[in-house]
C-alpha cells in the first residue's frame, strides 16, 4: 500500500463521496498532491502554480469531513505565515469545535534544506490542537 492509499485511508477517502478541503499557502503543493489523489485517467499532466484559489469540484454548504492543510517544508521563512493561516483557519466557525480529522502534509521533504515534520510540527504548535484527530505527514 503506498502512501497515498495510507493517506486516503486515513482521511475516509475511500467512501463514495467525500469533501475535503485543502488549504496551504501559495505554492506549497497543494495542486500537486490533489491531482495525486485523483484516479489516475484523470490527473493533469502539468501543473501550473495556483493564483488565489480554485475549486474541483464544489457543492456549496457542504461540511468537510477532513482537511489536508500543505506546508511546504523548505519554506523557512514563510513557516510563521503558515502558521497564521492555520490557526485563523482553526478558529474559523465552521471549523473550530467540530473534530474534522486535519491531515497536516509536510510537503517537499525531497528538498536538500527541508525541516523535518517533527520540526514543522514544533513550529506550527500542533501540539496544541486537542479537539480534532490530526496527523503530520
Ligand atoms: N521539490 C518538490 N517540489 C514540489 C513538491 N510538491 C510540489 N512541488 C512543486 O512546487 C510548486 C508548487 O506546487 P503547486 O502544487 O502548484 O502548489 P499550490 O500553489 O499549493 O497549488 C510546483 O512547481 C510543484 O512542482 C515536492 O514534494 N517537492
Ligand atoms: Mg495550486
Not at 484516479?39 to 474541483?56: D, L
Not at 502534509?105 to 520540526?119: G, H, I, Q, Y
Amino acid at each position: 500500500m503506498g502512501l497515498l492509499d495510507k493517506l486516503s485511508g486515513w482521511l475516509g477517502l475511500r467512501k463514495k463521496e467525500v469533501n475535503v478541503l485543502c488549504m496551504g499557502l501559495d505554492n506549497s503543493g497543494k495542486t500537486t498532491i490533489i491531482n495525486q489523489l485523483k484516479p489516475s485517467n484523470t490527473q493533469a499532466q502539468e501543473i501550473v502554480p495556483t493564483i488565489g484559489f480554485n475549486i474541483e469540484k464544489f457543492k456549496s454548504s457542504r461540511e468537510s469531513n477532513a482537511i489536508i492543510f500543505v506546508i511546504d517544508s523548505s519554506d523557512k521563512l514563510r513557516m510563521v505565515v503558515a502558521k497564521e493561516e492555520l490557526d485563523t483557519l482553526l478558529n474559523h466557525e465552521d471549523i473550530r469545535n467540530k473534530k474534522i480529522p486535519v491531515l497536516f502534509f509536510a510537503n517537499k521533504m525531497d528538498l536538500r534544506d527541508a525541516l523535518s515534520s517533527v520540526k514543522v510540527s514544533q513550529m506550527l504548535c500542533l501540539e496544541n490542537i486537542k479537539d480534532k484527530p490530526w496527523h503530520i505527514w
